[in-house]
């Protein structure tokens, strides 16, 4: 059974500051997504990522897949309000149609 | 713009009801998907339907049902309702996926409380 691990699961930080998630796994993935969701409604997709060690930028928000394919890490620079919510990794497999989702970061920002 | 829309956002049944919990979907997609969420264990598969008619068991499927008879709309049936299913339910849908590169898009989900 594959499984995702994200660490912290609660992080409260106050405004302007760095923050790092993460996302483990022993099992490999053939691509590895991230969710937003904020209270009241479905998560919504934030990024992809496919091949080994690549880096996406989505404006503050930075996500890298790890080089084995086994974990992945997001990043946001001078948090914001807005960047609350609860983030969630989940890990595609080749051929399967689900999702292995992760229990979820719940961030809170801190004006 | 896609859209996933769930009959209810909220609902209160009682222990033993038959409960049902429609989704549908208007982006003509292949997949669907149903998901409980509850604190700190994330989003956990109940059933996902690849097709009309065709329906897969996910990592929780007792207690559950699932009917699939058009291709925009997935319902999720409790048999008879238990306060252990109080949740929050999220049905998702996708395009088929070869490496998980599909988006799936979600509804806003529908809070149960089973008394």
């Known amino acids: 059974t594959q499984l995702l691990e994200q660490s912290p699961q609660f992080l409260s930080i106050q405004e302007g500051e760095n923050l790092t998630v993460y996302c483990n796994s022993s099992?490999?993935?053939?691509?590895l997504q991230w969710y937003r969701q904020e209270p009241g409604e479905g998560p919504v997709l934030l990024v992809t990522?496919?091949?080994?060690?690549e880096v996406k930028k989505l404006k503050r928000l930075t996500f890298q897949f790890g080089d084995a394919r086994k974990d992945s890490s997001l990043h946001i620079t001078a948090a914001q309000p807005g960047d609350t919510g609860l983030y969630l990794c989940?890990?595609?497999?080749?051929?399967?149609?689900?999702?292995?989702f992760g229990q979820g970061t719940r961030l809170t920002i801190n004006p | 713009d896609v859209k996933v829309t769930q009959s209810s956002r909220y609902l209160v049944k009682r222990t033993g009801e038959k409960v049902f919990l429609e989704c549908v979907q208007d982006?003509?997609?292949?997949?669907m998907f149903w998901y409980r969420q509850d604190p700190g264990l994330g989003l956990r598969l109940i059933y996902f339907?690849?097709?009309?008619?065709?329906?897969e068991k996910g990592d929780i499927p007792e207690g559950y049902s699932v009917s699939r008879e058009k291709k925009e709309r997935f319902s999720l049936i409790l048999e008879s309702a238990s306060t252990n299913q109080t949740s929050m339910y999220l049905c998702?849908?996708?395009?088929?996926?070869?490496?998980?590169?599909?988006?799936?898009?979600f509804g806003p989900g529908t809070r149960l409380l089973v008394l």
């Open positions: 998702a849908s996708s395009l088929i996926t070869y490496r998980g590169l599909e988006t799936q898009y």
């Open positions: 099992s490999v993935f053939s691509s």
């Open positions: 990522v496919v091949t080994g060690g």
């Open positions: 989940a890990g595609g497999d080749q051929g399967a149609q689900k999702l292995v």
């Open positions: 982006m003509d997609h292949e997949n």
């Open positions: 339907s690849y097709d009309v008619k065709m329906k």
